[in-house]
């Protein structure tokens, strides 16, 4: 009865290969978004989609790159992984209708970059 | 700009002892503030909001505008509690706007 699924849920990359990372969700909710969290930090949005509208926030680097195809699926694509950018990234969605309702966060995946 | 301060990494009680994870916030809005917590080996999930002055588990977290803080509490700590708990402050407006701003979290552990 998963609800946000990641997969991987380990990735392992090497510098410069570009990488994508994937979630599903089975709520059917209008957002998903995507966090960077480094080891014994806070998860970092990168940015969210409203349905097909693209939100990227202002420090999210050109280097990490977002589709959603359809309302089930998300994928972060990081173009040129850096050595940097090794993280946990988390998927999370909401159903973003009337007021504010608590995200639902995916398992998560690993990234380790060579 | 929004930010969420934890300022204890880890923190540890024994069972049955209280406990309180702090937590400020600075917003220049009408802050609206969420407990996460993630146990071992399972997902993020919602502990829970201020705005539904509910206890989960036995945990409460009172909003202070006047210190900038929400602060969970428990009276009696149990090993079960022992996770890592993020504050998390709203941010944005509209259904297709709401983003979170989380502190970095705190470690709790219970020993027996």
């Known amino acids: 009865d998963a609800m946000v699924i990641q997969n991987p849920r380990y990735q392992v990359t090497q510098f410069g290969k570009p990488v994508t990372l994937s979630c599903s969700q089975t709520?059917?909710?209008?957002?998903m978004y995507w966090y960077q969290q480094k080891s014994s930090q806070a998860p970092k949005l990168l940015f969210h989609y409203y349905d097909k509208d693209f939100n990227n926030e202002a420090d999210t680097p050109d280097n990490f790159q977002s589709r959603r195809p359809n309302t089930s699926f998300c994928f972060l694509d990081i173009r040129s992984p850096g050595l940097g950018d090794a993280a946990m990234y988390l998927c999370a969605t909401t159903s973003g209708t009337g007021t504010y309702n608590e995200q639902f966060f995916g398992p998560g995946t690993r990234l380790t970059v060579l | 700009a929004q930010r969420v301060t934890q300022p204890e990494k880890l923190l540890s009680v024994f069972k049955g002892a209280p406990v309180e994870l702090k937590c400020n916030y600075s917003y220049s809005g009408s802050p609206e503030l969420f407990w996460y917590v993630q146990y071992s080996r399972q997902r993020l999930q919602l502990l829970l909001r201020h705005i539904s002055r509910e206890s989960i588990k036995g945990f409460t977290a009172d909003l202070n505008k006047g210190e900038t803080s929400f602060h969970l509490k428990k009276p009696f700590a149990q090993e079960e509690d022992s996770a890592m708990y993020y504050c998390a402050l709203l941010r944005g407006s509209g259904g297709s706007n709401y983003k979170l701003t989380f502190g970095k979290g705190t470690l709790l552990t219970v020993n027996p």
């Open positions: 709520l059917n909710h209008n957002v």
